[in-house]
Nanobody
């Protein structure tokens, strides 16, 4: 069982940066891949970034590659999403999620691979 709590979302101007955090509880955290997803207003939830269990492999959506960086600190049971050069289209509720398979080398991008979700944190980017 993994419980997740996101933080760091706020209202920022386009071009600025933000760092989101997701703190996890539960012994399984260090053994599973973690993902960031987002749900823009009136749209479906979409994949943003993911990192495998030891931080050695990451994946990104095309829309954020080169601007966002996902990382994890297993000693702190925390993952991060560093977001640079923010755009209005990045406005969404951002969720972190934990993989449902242990020690997966390649972090998954599909929502159905994630069993545990946080409550979300709102990011709003003004133009």
């Amino acid at each position: 069982q993994v419980q997740l709590v996101e933080s760091g979302g706020e209202l920022v101007q386009a071009g600025n940066s933000l760092r989101l955090s997701c703190v996890a509880s539960g012994r399984a955290f260090k053994s599973v891949a973690m993902g960031w997803f987002r749900q823009p207003p009136r749209k479906e939830r979409e994949f943003v970034a993911a990192v495998n269990f030891d931080g050695g492999r990451t994946k990104y959506a095309d829309s954020v590659r080169g601007r966002f960086t996902v990382s994890r600190d297993n000693a702190k049971s925390t993952i991060y999403l560093h977001m640079n050069s923010l755009k209005p289209e990045d406005t969404a509720v951002y969720y972190c999620a934990a993989d449902n398979i242990l020690y997966r080398f390649d972090p998954p991008t599909a929502t159905q691979n994630y069993d545990y979700w946080g409550q979300g944190t709102q990011v709003t980017v003004s133009s």
